[in-house]
């Protein structure tokens, strides 16, 4: 079993600067998906993949939205995930999900970096969320 836990979430004006954190803890040993979700305001039924990394090699793969922006970082010394994200919008406006599966075929993207491969219904375990709040 593996537990996710987030912080780092607060509000911030367009244009400032947040990092995320989570922690894992439980079956940390072996290699794994992990990425970070989030679901805006009035879209309770849709998460949106902000952007995935395997830990296994270190690839990194983000969503259309954030590229550029947002990095995505894991200390394994630490078993914490990490979200830079820089040059905040007020539609990066969400709670932040930290997730996690075994599957390497949960985080693949493309040679740009984008990620294509493995939505909400392919990870896991996930942590409680976390929000973030971008006001213009």
């Known amino acids: 079993q593996l537990l996710l836990v987030e912080s780092g979430g607060g509000s911030v004006q367009a244009g400032g600067s947040l990092r995320l954190s989570c922690v894992a803890s439980?079956?940390?040993?072996?290699?794994?998906?992990m990425a970070w979700f989030r679901q805006a305001p009035g879209k309770e039924r849709e998460r949106e993949g902000v952007?995935?990394?395997?830990?296994?090699?270190?690839?990194?793969y983000y969503g259309d939205s954030v590229k550029g922006r947002f990095t995505i970082s894991r200390d394994n010394a630490k078993n914490t995930l990490y979200l830079q994200m820089n040059s905040l919008k007020p539609e990066d406006t969400a709670v932040y999900y930290c997730?996690?599966?075994?599957?390497?075929?949960?985080?693949?993207?493309?040679?740009?970096?984008?990620?294509?491969?493995?939505?909400?219904?392919?990870?896991?375990?996930w942590g409680q969320g976390t929000q973030v709040t971008v006001s213009s």
């Open positions: 439980g079956y940390t040993s072996r290699s794994y998906s």
């Open positions: 997730a996690a599966d075994s599957d390497s075929g949960s985080c693949a993207g493309d040679s740009r970096g984008i990620w294509y491969h493995g939505g909400p219904s392919d990870y896991t375990h």
């Open positions: 952007a995935c990394i395997y830990t296994g090699a270190g690839v990194t």
